[in-house]
């Protein structure tokens, strides 16, 4: 990617939603990485803490509400073929109330409940791959 000095990463948030030992996922839409699969985030808006701003994609996008954020990690994601560059701010959290729903239908077309050892294909890279690079531990549930 060339280097572009009027450019800045973005800051992105990606929230692991537990609920009975397993996590939420969806298939994503109508942006970069439309058709593969991850888990609730978006924006960090300016002024929000990056509890309440994960917090509040995760209930935009599926109606959840969570509790106990926690950061598990940090990746640095680029996506040359869409000119696109975040830092990604890597989320746990529990399920608190209301049953998950798509609420953005022109950005989610699935959603399901997996695990480390059954994650739905493809996944969104190359988050994933950064993911599992800076916190290989994570996927040991």
Same mark, same amino acid.
């Given at each position: 990617?060339?280097?572009?000095?009027?450019?800045?990463?973005?800051?992105?948030?990606?929230?692991?939603?537990w609920?009975? /030992?397993?996590?939420?996922t969806?298939?994503?839409?109508?942006?970069? /990485?439309?058709?593969?699969?991850?888990?609730? /985030?978006?924006?960090?808006e300016?002024?929000?803490?990056?509890?309440?701003?994960?917090?509040?994609?995760?209930?935009?996008?599926? /109606?959840?509400?969570?509790? #106990?954020?926690?950061?598990?990690?940090?990746? #640095?994601?680029?996506?040359?073929?869409?000119?696109?560059?975040?830092?990604?701010?890597?989320?746990?959290?529990?399920?608190?109330?209301?049953?998950?729903?798509?609420?953005?239908?022109?950005?989610?077309?699935?959603?399901?409940?997996?695990?480390?050892?059954?994650?739905?294909?493809?996944?969104?890279?190359?988050?994933?791959?950064?993911?599992?690079?800076? #916190?290989p531990?994570?996927?040991?549930?």
């Open positions: 990617m060339k280097h572009d000095e009027t450019k800045r990463p973005k800051v992105g948030t990606a929230v692991f939603v609920r009975d /030992g397993k996590f939420f969806y298939k994503r839409a109508g942006s970069h /990485g439309s058709g593969t699969w991850s888990v609730p /985030g978006g924006h960090l300016f002024g929000e803490s990056i509890e309440e701003g994960a917090a509040r994609e995760v209930l935009e996008e599926t /109606g959840m509400q969570v509790t #106990n954020l926690k950061m598990v990690a940090v990746t #640095n994601d680029i996506f040359e073929a869409d000119q696109k560059h975040y830092v990604t701010l890597w989320l746990r959290a529990d399920w608190q109330a209301n049953e998950p729903r798509i609420m953005e239908p022109d950005k989610i077309t699935e959603i399901r409940w997996s695990t480390f050892h059954d994650l739905p294909v493809p996944l969104f890279e190359p988050c994933w791959s950064n993911l599992r690079k800076t #916190n531990g994570l996927f040991k549930d």
